[in-house]
């Protein structure tokens, strides 16, 4: 079908902007004049131009856009943000004929856009490919229907599922290849944070960075209940915002922010309201064991990337047990294979 081949370049062109759109959604856009694209866009970074905006400024003759049909993976924007309307220019510009993915969840929007378009004399026409593009922004949709990040879990294990010995010497054991290293760092690029327990600070003392790939760090966030880490770790050296869950006050460090929650009660549910409320859209858990158990436990995850290395340990630290209800796919990624979950939810 003509309209779906060009909504998924669409697809296929937002997903360049998934290190640097957040927190705003992923979005391409296609421009089509009989039969040929004639321009093409995505959401390269946050608070600069929207995916529809860069279509059209890449059209190489403006008078094209008159007898022009333009496909966009979600709802144009009929509100002013950091950036002017995109509905408002596609109607300036006399575009007859607009072929949208899918609405916008965001309330702002929320079919605002696309009734703006129908109001101008505009064709305009919603679900190609609605599915694939809904998945496209599946960290947004998450974020604003849930009031939570969307959730990552992420985690190496052994051939004999451990994720790690039990150490005297303080070395840690490398499950990863540089080459998925280099993959988990994009991940990171990826989202808003990474979050780690207590004892994996202590023990790997992990930057938490982006050093691999191209992209800016996440907001690093650690477990901390009795304040006993010391201040010397990576985690502490205010080259990144860093968030620490802790159960009493602490003096802050540069750029370390105590956060004092409860834990006499779930610590889940506080941490991810606090997590909202500062926008911060996805959640990357690294570990360790404990860590990501307590999420998996309590359902609180979205996707799972679980890295298969061909190593036996025989012993150490056992790996997080996911449930036999949540189906899992293959993936071969540089010479090793991960398991890639998907939540199921509301008994689907």
Same mark, same amino acid.
């Given at each position: 079908?003509?309209?779906?081949?060009?909504?998924?370049?669409?697809?296929?062109? /937002?997903?360049?902007?998934?290190?640097?759109?957040?927190?705003?959604?992923?979005?391409?856009?296609?421009?089509?004049?009989?039969?040929?694209?004639?321009?093409?866009?995505? %959401?390269?970074?946050?608070?600069?131009?929207?995916?529809?905006?860069?279509?059209?400024?890449?059209?190489?003759?403006?008078?094209?856009?008159?007898?022009?049909?333009?496909?966009?993976?979600?709802?144009?924007?009929?509100?002013?943000?950091?950036?002017?309307?995109?509905?408002?220019?596609?109607?300036?510009?006399?575009?007859?004929?607009?072929?949208?993915?899918?609405?916008?969840?965001?309330?702002?929007?929320?079919?605002?856009?696309?009734?703006?378009?129908?109001?101008?004399?505009?064709?305009?026409?919603?679900?190609?490919?609605?599915?694939?593009?809904?998945?496209?922004?599946?960290?947004?949709?998450?974020?604003?229907?849930?009031?939570?990040?969307?959730?990552?879990?992420?985690?190496?294990?052994?051939?004999?599922?451990?994720?790690?010995?039990?150490?005297?010497?303080?070395?840690?054991?490398?499950?990863?290849?540089?080459?998925?290293?280099?993959?988990? %760092?994009?991940?990171?690029?990826?989202?808003? /944070?990474?979050?780690?327990?207590?004892?994996?600070?202590?023990?790997?003392?992990?930057?938490?960075?982006?050093?691999?790939?191209?992209?800016?760090?996440?907001?690093?966030?650690?477990?901390?209940?009795?304040?006993?880490?010391?201040?010397?770790?990576?985690?502490?050296?205010?080259?990144?915002?860093?968030?620490?869950?802790?159960?009493?006050?602490?003096?802050?460090?540069?750029?370390?922010?105590?956060?004092?929650?409860?834990?006499?009660?779930?610590?889940?549910?506080?941490?991810?309201?606090?997590?909202?409320?500062?926008?911060?859209?996805?959640?990357?858990?690294?570990?360790?064991?404990?860590?990501?158990?307590?999420?998996?436990?309590?359902?609180?995850?979205?996707?799972?990337?679980?890295?298969?290395?061909?190593?036996?340990?025989?012993?150490?630290?056992?790996?997080?047990?996911?449930?036999?209800?949540?189906?899992?796919?293959?993936?071969?990624?540089?010479?090793?294979?991960?398991?890639?979950?998907?939540?199921?939810?509301?008994?689907?």
């Amino acid at each position: 079908m003509e309209e779906e081949k060009y909504m998924r370049r669409c697809i296929q062109l /937002a997903q360049n902007g998934s290190c640097n759109a957040a927190p705003n959604p992923i979005v391409g856009a296609v421009i089509v004049c009989d039969g040929k694209i004639i321009g093409e866009g995505y %959401h390269i970074h946050y608070g600069e131009a929207h995916a529809e905006i860069h279509a059209i400024r890449s059209v190489k003759d403006p008078s094209l856009l008159k007898r022009s049909t333009i496909y966009v993976s979600l709802e144009p924007c009929s509100h002013y943000g950091q950036t002017p309307p995109c509905a408002d220019l596609i109607i300036e510009k006399q575009i007859p004929r607009i072929v949208i993915g899918c609405q916008d969840p965001f309330s702002k929007v929320a079919g605002r856009g696309i009734q703006k378009l129908k109001d101008a004399g505009r064709e305009v026409i919603v679900g190609v490919l609605e599915k694939e593009c809904q998945h496209l922004i599946r960290r947004f949709i998450t974020f604003h229907a849930l009031r939570r990040p969307y959730i990552t879990l992420k985690w190496a294990e052994s051939a004999d599922k451990y994720i790690d010995l039990f150490r005297t010497d303080g070395s840690p054991v490398l499950l990863s290849s540089p080459y998925t290293s280099m993959l988990a %760092h994009k991940r990171r690029s990826e989202h808003s /944070a990474i979050m780690v327990g207590t004892h994996t600070a202590q023990l790997d003392n992990p930057h938490l960075n982006v050093r691999h790939w191209h992209g800016s760090s996440p907001v690093r966030i650690v477990l901390d209940k009795e304040q006993t880490l010391p201040t010397s770790l990576h985690l502490f050296d205010g080259s990144i915002p860093t968030l620490v869950f802790t159960e009493s006050p602490h003096e802050p460090l540069p750029n370390v922010e105590y956060l004092p929650i409860d834990f006499q009660q779930n610590i889940l549910p506080q941490i991810m309201e606090i997590l909202y409320t500062r926008g911060l859209q996805s959640l990357l858990v690294e570990g360790g064991s404990i860590l990501l158990q307590s999420f998996i436990d309590a359902e609180l995850w979205d996707e799972a990337f679980v890295e298969e290395a061909p190593i036996l340990l025989h012993s150490g630290v056992k790996a997080p047990e996911m449930s036999d209800k949540n189906p899992y796919l293959i993936e071969p990624s540089f010479g090793r294979s991960f398991r890639h979950y998907t939540a199921v939810k509301n008994g689907q």
